[in-house]
Nanobody
């Protein structure tokens, strides 16, 4: 089992950057695929980016391609999301998630472990 805690959210102006971190505790992170999701008010939770166990494969939603970068450091049990060129439509609560899988997981229902979320607000 793994516990996840996100940090790094906050208020930023349009065009700014934020880096989200997800700290994992418990078992080794190297056997888990991981992802970042977000949920805006009144909307369903959506996958933002996903990464396989080693970091060799990544996936990005079209809305964030070329602006966001997902990465991981298994030794430090940390998942990162670098967010650049932020837009007001990126405003949401961001969650990290983990699933015991060597393959990348790109479905919301495919993750068993979730953090509590961190708020990202982008002002126009």
């Amino acid at each position: 089992q793994v516990q996840l805690v996100e940090s790094g959210g906050g208020l930023v102006q349009t065009g700014g950057s934020l880096r989200l971190s997800c700290a994992a505790s418990g078992r080794t992170l190297s056997t888990y695929a991981m992802g970042w999701f977000r949920q805006a008010p009144g909307k369903e939770r959506e996958l933002v980016a996903a990464i396989n166990w080693s970091g060799s494969s990544t996936y990005y939603a079209d809305a964030v391609k070329d602006r966001f970068t997902i990465s991981r450091d298994n030794a430090k049990k940390t998942l990162l999301l670098q967010m650049n060129s932020l837009k007001p439509e990126d405003t949401a609560v961001y969650y990290c998630a983990a699933e015991r899988s060597y393959k990348m997981v790109v479905t919301t229902g495919g993750y068993d472990y979730w953090g509590q979320g961190t708020q990202v607000t982008v002002s126009s």
